[in-house]
């Protein structure tokens, strides 16, 4: 089973600043990752898949690099609306098909 | 717009079995994979079990570790529907059930989301 270990647990910023979210598996995922936003009392919702392509209606500020086993999301200013807990997946290697334990964006 | 609604949650004794059923719309069901996540009271999401599209190569149904031989996924594409069959449930199977909808056929991203169904696994 391949582990993603996502850092910070949280990161405390202010609108307008930029936030960078690291997840890291266990072994290589080659470029099969997404990042998912969840809400409170809201499922989670798809941001980017294949590690960089963005999903129907996600903002240009969203956007995702890396490869093999270290990945990045990047939200280049932070809306009020960004601040949300983010959950890298893979899908290379399954079953199971695993999420990282989650990134919280916190407003400082 | 795609749709996805579960129904068949609860409160269940330890032991006891359960049914969730997930009436899908919106999309040509049968071909997406589609896969049941759950996410327990303050925790990440897990994903539970999975079952492919009816044109993949074969039909793919895989579970997770924790529930393998207890749970037993299945669709009705005639009926557009998604079944999750839990038995020999434990508390720690305590959690909101989400209906998920794959962005493909084979396995892959979870592209749409049901509200949930809240199973509670006590005594």
Redesign the interface.
């Known amino acids: 089973?391949i582990v993603l270990t996502q850092s910070p647990a949280t990161l405390s910023l202010s609108p307008g600043e930029r936030a960078t979210l690291s997840c890291r598996a266990s072994q290589s995922v080659g470029g099969?990752l997404?990042w998912?936003q969840?809400k409170p009392g809201q499922?989670?919702?798809?941001l980017i898949?294949d590690a960089s392509i963005r999903?129907t209606g996600i903002p240009a500020r969203f956007s995702g690099s890396g490869s093999g086993t270290d990945f990045t999301l990047t939200i280049s200013s932070l809306e009020s609306e960004d601040f949300a807990?983010y959950?890298c997946?893979q899908?290379s290697n399954?079953?199971?098909?695993?999420?990282?334990?989650?990134t919280e964006v916190e407003i400082k | 717009e795609v749709q996805l609604v579960e129904s068949g949650g609860g409160l269940v004794q330890p032991g006891r079995s359960l049914r969730l059923s997930c009436a899908a719309s919106g999309f040509i069901f049968d071909e997406y994979a589609m896969h049941w996540v759950r996410q327990a009271p303050g925790k990440g999401p897990e994903w539970v079990a999975g079952f492919s599209g009816v044109s993949w190569s074969s039909p793919t149904i895989g579970y997770a570790d924790s529930v393998k031989g207890r749970f037993t996924v299945s669709r009705d594409n005639a009926q557009n529907s998604l079944y999750l069959q839990m038995d020999s449930l434990r508390p720690d199977d305590t959690a909101l059930y989400y209906c998920v909808k794959d962005k493909g056929i084979g396995w892959s991203y979870f592209d749409f989301w049901g509200q949930g169904a809240l199973v509670t696994v006590s005594s």
């Open positions: 089973e099969f997404a998912y969840q499922a989670p919702r798809l898949f999903a807990v959950y997946q899908r399954w079953p199971p098909l695993t999420f990282g334990g989650g």
